[in-house]
């Protein structure tokens, strides 16, 4: 039995992995056709990537990631496409970055987890909104998130421009205003790697006990899993929609906090990170929604974005990074799908196997 | 493999010859020999899991086999796809129809054949040709009317004249009265025979032995994946047909010698539902009354889709009612969730195993911990408590005598039988006031029916109230204390099963004949 379960990890594992090589292999051609050298590209990454600087460059822009991951990560574990991730952390950094400047009169630690509940409040209100959708008007949760994401980028710039803008100086940067230092979220190595890291991976290992190992992640499961045996268990499923949905917005909350309250400590419009919602949907995949999966996923996307900024020393375009990002997407999806019945072809065959065997010794010691 | 080689006798209509087939989860075909006579009925029986249904798969060239040879009409033949099957007039219908309910009858039969000219479709000449066919084998079907329309019976009607339209002069019949009722089964047998008498050769599958034995000029018997002998019906008594396909004597039921207490564990006092669709709202079940003591087994008879499926929902709470109320052991539970009322002691095997009871590609200790999991033994704090749960888990596969390689394989891996005892164990293991069982043992082989029926009577016998959802009339009288009848939604007879007999029973289930509940 061990054997199998070690041999069901590694198929997966592989697979994930060919899937990433098949994508490097895409887009080795494509750069072939813009008559670019893959190896030389390739090799300008890899060197990159042993650079210490890119190393935290890469977990910095990992640490998001994470928590996005996670975010959608949830919702697929309950069946549910939560597309909203990316409106969900923009309100949700907005909002945090507004109060976080109201009370700087608490201390330093208190003042960081007061942040980082509004945040997850913020975060979870918004996804709320789908998940009472869905379940009020059986809304589809993948229509709903979509458009609250319109909403939520549109609004967020309305207020942030009606309301809340703030200049610096004579900075060109608009922000709203700055959050005091007691706010702030300390770094680990200074101005390389932020503390956030930590916090994505403590989110991670949480997300990892409460699905994986808590009798609510089990109901959760299994409500994604086959819904009507669910209710014909007693598990209410609009219960676990709810809950599934509220958990993921709070998770998305986060991702917006490390450049919120580690970075620029403030809101900005410009250069504030986005797409990075959609970018976890990805992570998910790739990561097959388990919480080593997930950390070792953004951490490689964080690796492929950080080296890629090297790649215009050599006047290759950065967008290179999104094409191989977006094939892996395609093709974990299709060498999943493969995999996973080859997977469970094999285990049926061993079971059935297993019992012939086992009906046979019966029958002599019968 | 070995050539063909010329058949100086008569040829057979089909001849199988070392036939071994290995797929995964059934079991294999091996060494498997079969001689069908042209112009006969023949049978072949075998448990559920048998490898009846795998044979017949491979004749109708749905996979190859990996030794053996098939000759048909005395011609060696290499099924690559049923499309070769058919070429050589092969046909099957299907246990479940292949049919499309927004079509008619005459489109359904044509529908992938259709006589067209330039791409249009000339219904003339289909219908000419579709009468005769009809005519000819004694259906009475209007061939115009909506496929939806029709009952089962007249479906498989259909699904017959399509395998005739196609040409088809051999035909398989897999497992065809399982979904009829006894009327609709001697209409069958004679359109059968009307078949043979035309010269057609029928193959048909089945594990009811008094069918076999009424209908069939041969009969093969198949166990465990191979044949054991092809007897006739005249020089074989019943029971040592079923001791050919179990390979023992078969059971005899037991009279029980316990009492049914005065305690009523399961009231249903006048429970109606309906549903709400556009612009109409149909009742699904009305009035409904049943009582289900202590130690009392309460069989539901009924053609399925007259209301046994929403009445369950309506106990479990999974469906509203709009009048009446459910009483679990004296205590109202109308208004309670489907958790409170299965932690106050309702026990259910659903319908549908994969649809209602399963996690497919989840362990089986997660699978049995299903609907438990709130109960102290399966957690630490508020983890679930792994070991446990798997320890429960093993005793559970001991105790129903599940046949896995351990607790930890995928439920998908299992064949049905054992998924249905792993649900049965997870079901009883809580001791329930009251067990709703919906079709305990269908699709279960004749070893897990038995151990399935045992475990019934034994918790019944400890004083477990059992409301019994059964199409196998088989099943419900030799279980149950007192039959109801359900028919569109209604309770229409009530029946000692002393005094139900199966052409009873069938006249209830098709409304033919109604009585008003007692």
Not at chain 1, 182 to 200: R, T, Y
Not at chain 2, 332 to 337: A, I, K, Q
Request: with cysteine; hydrophobic share 45%.
């Amino acid at each position: 039995m061990d054997r199998q379960k070690l041999q069901r990890i590694g198929v997966t594992a592989a697979s994930s992995v060919a899937a990433v090589l098949f994508a490097l292999v895409i887009c080795g051609i494509i750069l072939l056709l813009t008559g670019r050298s893959p190896s030389h590209v390739y090799q300008t990454m890899w060197d990159a990537a042993g650079e210490r600087r890119i190393q935290y460059d890469a977990i910095q822009r990992a640490t998001p990631l994470m928590f996005a991951g996670c975010a959608v990560a949830l919702g697929f574990k309950m069946n549910l496409f939560n597309i909203g991730v990316e409106g969900q952390y923009r309100i949700a950094a907005l909002v945090t970055a507004i109060v976080g400047t109201r009370i700087g009169f608490l201390p330093a630690p208190l003042h960081v987890a007061v942040e980082l509940a509004v945040a997850c409040i913020c975060g979870a209100a918004w996804a709320g909104i789908a998940a009472f959708m869905k379940v009020r008007r059986g809304v589809n949760e993948v229509i709903a998130t979509i458009m609250l994401n319109a909403i939520a980028i549109s609004l967020a710039a309305w207020l942030f421009n009606t309301y809340f803008r703030y200049t610096q100086g004579n900075s060109q940067n608009v922000t709203t205003r700055p959050i005091p230092r007691s706010g702030w979220m300390p770094d680990i190595v200074k101005d390389q790697l932020n503390g956030f890291f930590i916090v994505a991976l403590l989110v991670v290992f949480a997300y990892w006990i409460v699905v994986f190992k808590s009798r609510f992640g089990f109901r959760l499961r299994a409500s994604g899993h086959n819904d009507v045996a669910a209710k014909t268990s007693g598990i209410s499923s609009k219960r676990m929609i709810v809950t599934a949905l509220l958990l993921s917005g709070a998770v998305a909350g986060f991702i917006g906090m490390q450049q919120t309250l580690g970075d620029s400590h403030a809101y900005s419009s410009q250069g504030f990170v986005d797409g990075i919602g959609f970018l976890g949907i990805a992570v998910a995949l790739l990561g097959r929604n388990h919480p080593i999966g997930i950390v070792l996923s953004a951490l490689l996307f964080g690796l492929l974005a950080a080296s890629a900024t090297k790649l215009g020393l050599i006047k290759v375009p950065q967008e290179i990074v999104q094409i191989i990002e977006g094939v892996i997407v395609l093709s974990v999806v299709i060498v999943n799908e493969a995999s996973g019945r080859w997977v469970d072809k094999r285990t049926q065959q061993r079971a059935a196997h297993a019992v012939e065997h086992h009906l046979t010794q019966q029958g002599v010691t019968a | 493999m070995t050539t063909a080689e010329p058949n100086t006798e008569q040829p057979y209509a089909v001849e199988l010859e070392g036939i071994e087939k290995r797929f995964p989860g059934v079991i294999a075909n091996h060494d498997v020999s079969l001689k069908v006579r042209k112009g006969t009925i023949h049978a072949i029986v075998g448990e559920n899991g048998a490898g009846k249904s795998t044979l017949m798969n491979t004749l109708y060239g749905m996979h190859q086999p990996e030794a053996g040879t098939i000759h048909v009409n005395g011609q060696q033949v290499h099924f690559k796809s049923p499309a070769e099957a058919i070429a050589v007039g092969i046909g099957m219908v299907h246990q479940h129809f292949m049919l499309a309910d927004n079509l008619t009858v005459l489109e359904n039969v044509i529908l992938g054949a259709e006589p067209a000219r330039r791409g249009v479709i000339r219904h003339a000449e289909g219908t000419a040709k579709v009468a005769a066919l009809a005519k000819q084998i004694g259906a009475h079907v209007d061939l115009d009317a909506p496929l939806s329309a029709l009952g089962v019976g007249q479906r498989q009607r259909v699904e017959i004249l399509k395998v005739l339209y196609r040409g088809a002069n051999i035909l398989i019949l897999d497992e065809p009265t399982a979904v009829l009722v006894p009327q609709e089964v001697d209409e069958l047998f004679e359109t059968l025979k009307v078949l043979v008498a035309g010269g057609a050769t029928v193959i048909f599958i089945s594990h009811k032995l008094d069918e076999v034995l009424a209908v069939s000029d041969e009969i093969t018997v198949i166990r465990q994946g191979t044949t054991v002998g092809t007897v006739t019906p005249d020089s074989i008594t019943r029971s040592r047909l079923g001791e050919m396909m179990v390979g023992s004597e078969l059971p005899k039921p037991i009279p029980r010698v316990t009492k049914i207490g005065a305690a009523v564990r399961l009231e249903v006092n006048g429970a109606s539902a309906k549903v709400v669709g556009p612009g109409s709202q149909k009742y699904v079940f009305q009035d409904i009354d049943i009582d289900v003591h202590e130690g009392e087994i309460v069989g539901v008879a009924g053609v399925e889709g007259n209301g046994q499926f929403e009445l369950c929902e309506g106990i479990l709470g999974l469906m509203p009612l709009t009048a009446g109320t459910i009483v679990l052991d004296g205590n109202d539970v109308t208004h309670e969730t489907v958790r409170h009322r299965k932690d106050a002691g309702i026990g259910y095997i659903p319908f549908d195993r994969h649809r209602e009871a399963l996690m497919l590609s989840s362990p089986l200790w997660e699978n049995t911990m299903l609907g438990r999991e709130s109960q102290p033994k399966f957690n630490i704090g508020p983890l679930i408590n792994v070991r446990g749960s798997q320890a429960d888990c093993r005793e559970i596969i001991h105790d129903f005598d599940v046949r896995t390689p351990g607790e930890d394989v995928p439920a998908f891996a299992l064949s049905g039988g054992n998924q249905q005892k792993l649900i049965v164990g997870r079901e009883l293991v809580n001791n329930p006031s009251v067990l709703i069982a919906a079709h305990p043992t269908r699709g279960v082989d004749i070893g897990a029916q038995n151990a399935i029926w045992a475990r019934l009577r034994t918790a019944r016998d400890a004083g477990m109230g059992v409301l019994l959802l059964s199409a196998d009339l088989e099943e419900l009288i030799a279980l149950s204390d007192v039959i109801v009848v359900m028919f569109d939604g209604m309770i229409t007879a009530r029946l000692t099963p002393a005094q139900a007999t199966p052409e009873l029973l069938g006249l209830y289930m098709t409304g033919t004949r109604q009585e008003a509940a007692a």
